[in-house]
T-cell receptor, first 114, second 108 residues
């Protein structure tokens, strides 16, 4: 069974640009969650999607958005990039609600803002 | 004060030693997760607990809901156990809230 796939693995952008990251969950998993990891803040929850609906959102500005498609694949978009958005972005999938199910993580997308 | 506190922040031990990593939290939770992150970023879910104790191979996780405390134990530690171990809690329908992690190094 294929694991969680995130693309691209690495990305370099400049301030002010926008970026879209993709996450394909494990087949059959309906929940996809997104996380940001930085050296200073550690891991932080961005949002969770379940059956194409945003179920939860963390404490991030509106520049961070996402969506989920009918095949459970999810995309995350960050607009007007700032230097502080440089981070490892991880997605995780689970069968049901993220917090109360084991999470399966992708390898992440490392985003660098110049 | 963080909602989730882990200790120690860093731990270096010799191969074969018994390892304990602690996680304390300040709010009522519905579940607690232990995660392992190796250099390069990949994260593996080790345990999800809401009560009691779970064991998988050389790893044991316990949780005391009344004390708001969980421990992760590694028996007969091995250099391949070297990683960052992260505790995360869930409140109701909220997303995960993470601790800062414990950096574990097991020396041969």
């Amino acid at each position: 069974k294929a694991g969680v796939t995130q693309t691209p693995r690495y990305l370099i952008k400049t301030r002010g640009q926008q970026v879209t990251l993709s996450c394909s969950p494990i087949s059959g998993h309906r929940s996809v969650s997104w996380y940001q990891q930085t050296p200073g803040q550690g891991l932080q929850f961005l949002f969770e999607y379940f059956s194409e609906t945003q179920r939860n959102k963390g404490n991030f500005p509106g520049r961070f958005s996402g969506r989920q498609f009918s095949n459970s694949r999810s995309e995350m978009n960050v607009s007007t990039l700032e230097l502080g958005d440089s981070a490892l972005y991880l997605c995780a999938s689970s069968l049901g609600q993220a917090g109360n199910q084991p999470q399966h993580f992708g390898d992440g997308t490392r985003l660098s803002i110049l | 004060k963080n909602e989730v506190e882990q200790s120690p922040q860093n731990l270096t031990a010799q191969e074969g030693e018994f390892i304990t990593i602690n996680c304390s939290y300040s709010v009522g939770i519905s579940a607690l997760h232990w995660l392992q992150q190796h250099p390069g970023g990949g994260i593996v879910s080790l345990f999800m607990l809401s009560s009691g104790k779970k064991k998988h191979g050389r790893l044991i996780a316990t949780i005391n809901i009344q004390e708001k405390h969980s421990s992760l134990h590694i028996t007969a530690s091995h250099p391949r156990d070297s990683a960052v171990y992260i505790c995360a809690v869930v409140r109701g329908a909220d997303g995960l809230t993470f601790g800062k992690g414990t950096h574990l190094i097991i020396q041969p």
